[in-house]
Nanobody, 124 residues
Framework: QVQLVESGGGLVQPGGSLRLSCAAS????????MGWFRQAPGKERELVAA????????TYTNSVKGRFTISRDKVKDTVALQMNSLKPEDTAVYYC?????????????????WGQGTQVTVSS
């Protein structure tokens, strides 16, 4: 079992920044990658960014490239999502998740463990 706890959401004006953090505990040594997903009202959940624990390889959805940065701290077992130049369309509940699977980590499939989610609202 892996437990994931997100923090750092909130209300921010367009153009502002937020940093989300995800603390992992439990059997984290078996996990291959961590991802940040988001789900806006009436929309499907999407993979925003993901990172592999070992190599630090990353993937981003096109709409956040150049604005968001995912990082991991292997000592502290934490993953962060730095979000800059936020737009109203970034408003969503953001979830941290982990996967064992090396073949699908960048696709958004195969994520078995999920955090409770944190709300990000971008509005003036």
């Amino acid at each position: 079992q892996v437990q994931l706890v997100e923090s750092g959401g909130g209300l921010v004006q367009p153009g502002g920044s937020l940093r989300l953090s995800c603390a992992a505990s439990g059997r984290t040594a078996r996990q291959y990658a961590m991802g940040w997903f988001r789900q806006a009202p009436g929309k499907e959940r999407e993979l925003v960014a993901a990172i592999t624990w070992s190599a630090g390889s990353t993937t981003y959805t096109n709409s956040v490239k150049g604005r968001f940065t995912i990082s991991r701290d292997k000592v502290k077992d934490t993953v962060a999502l730095q979000m800059n130049s936020l737009k109203p369309e970034d408003t969503a509940v953001y979830y941290c998740a982990s996967t064992l699977y090396s073949a699908t980590w960048y696709t958004g499939r195969g994520y078995d463990y999920w955090g409770q989610g944190t709300q990000v609202t971008v509005s003036s």
